[in-house]
């Protein structure tokens, strides 16, 4: 049994909730897809005593859902199993389930061998212990863009807004922070609320965002790395489950309309000393010296960092010139066009807003990403240059930074900053994942060959 597993969890669940009838045992995959298996009840407690075997190769399919073997795992060793167990304190009721049914959270064995892990929790697990030789812990929390959907597509295939309740008419204003939206949505806001709060999920502030149909709701900042990527996974599985509850489509796609705002999943992080002082304070608006080296270290891996930041070729469809989107590495205070922005308020709550990835981006990935570029520029004492002037700086686009799937890759593999925290065997997968993921959507013929080509 894993070290610190509490044998009791599951017997107290079930004892509060005797009518629970199944437990979901999930896991995150490479894409940030949460997959699982479902246990009856009664058979739920050999998770805790022995785990659940499972297919080594089933953290690194592909979005599609097939394995092909990147980097010999899957079919060249054998497709061997791996051992995964609850993760302590992640079991929740499933409110919207049918029947009533519990989930649980299951990682990685910790006995296995670091090369060996491709959990992404275990990932950032191991990046954050890394971390911890600075002496100081992270406050982190995600912010996570959605749009919600009509379930069906228009007659071209593509997505289309839902129907607003109330008036039967299909959404079409676009009103940032539009509170006769959200009391037309309140409902679905009402359940997603109440979902999270039985789930321990922080969710904190909703708003609308700048897009028709497009929407964001906050979770609260944590000293846990690991607890923020896990409260971030399960609020985008409350947020689609629950639309669906509602006859809508939730969908964390970074660009799923070229005429509308991209989706983005924006990280807030400080630092706090072993005294739990944020280091990131120095009474000044753009922070201390410390924040300013790890704004440095998030520069020097920016580049590399891409294709963790933007999974897949729809993300890069996100970030263009004067979208108030990072084209960029610059930075500074109150100034939403910037790569890593550090908001206003309270100079004790100083910290920076990591701005650069998609909502479709893996959460344990991105944060094990940013606390080895935030460590690398700590350690290093990088200088990030002058924070950017008080306008818009999204229209002057980085060179050095791609923005196209296949170079953010082979960038990604070139790099010297992430490997220092993230195993460089598992950045080869990812990055042959990738590749696979490119030549699999390559190997279709779309209809705009046949309109130019024919």
Partial sequence: MDEGLPTTELQDYLRARPETRFVDALYVDLNGFVRGKRYPAAKAGKLYSGGMQMPE????LYATGDSVDPCGRGFSDGDPDCVTYPVPGSLAPVPWAAEPRAQLLMTQARSERPPHFVDPRQILRLAAERFAETGLKPMMAFELEFYLLDPAP????????????????????????????????????????????AQN??????????????????????????????????????????????????SFMSKP???????????????????????????????????????????????????????????????????FVPVNKSWGAQNRSVAFRIPGGSSQARRIEHRVAGAD????????????SIQHGIENRLDPGAPAPSRNVSGEVDPDIPFTWQEAVDRLEQGTVLRQAIHPLYLQIYAAVKRGEHEQILSEIVPREYEWYL
């Fill in 154 to 197: 228009d007659a071209l295939g593509r997505p289309q807004s839902p129907i607003q309740p109330g008036t039967r008419q299909r959404l079409a204003s676009m009103q940032t922070n539009s509170m006769e939206e959200l009391d037309a949505f309140g409902s679905f806001l009402a359940e997603v609320d109440a979902a999270c709060r």
């Fill in 361 to 372: 981006a893996n959460p344990y990935l991105v944060a094990a990403a940013l606390l080895a």
């Fill in 257 to 323: 309309f070229l005429d509308r705002n991209g989706s983005g999943t924006h990280i807030h992080v400080s630092l706090l000393d072993k005294a739990g002082r944020n280091v990131f304070d120095d009474g000044s608006e753009l922070g201390s010296a410390t924040l300013r080296h790890a704004v440095g270290g998030l520069q020097a891996a920016m580049a590399e960092a891409m294709a963790i930041c933007s999974p897949n070729l729809n993300a890069f469809r996100r970030y263009g010139p004067n979208r």
């Fill in 57 to 60: 190769a089933h953290y690194i």
């Fill in 201 to 250: 999920i922080p969710s904190s502030v909703a708003c609308t965002e700048f897009a028709t149909a497009q929407y964001e709701i906050n979770l609260d900042h944590v000293d846990d790395p690991l607890l923020a990527a896990d409260h971030a996974v399960l609020q985008r599985r409350v947020i689609k489950a629950v639309a669906q509850r509602h006859g809508m489509r939730a």
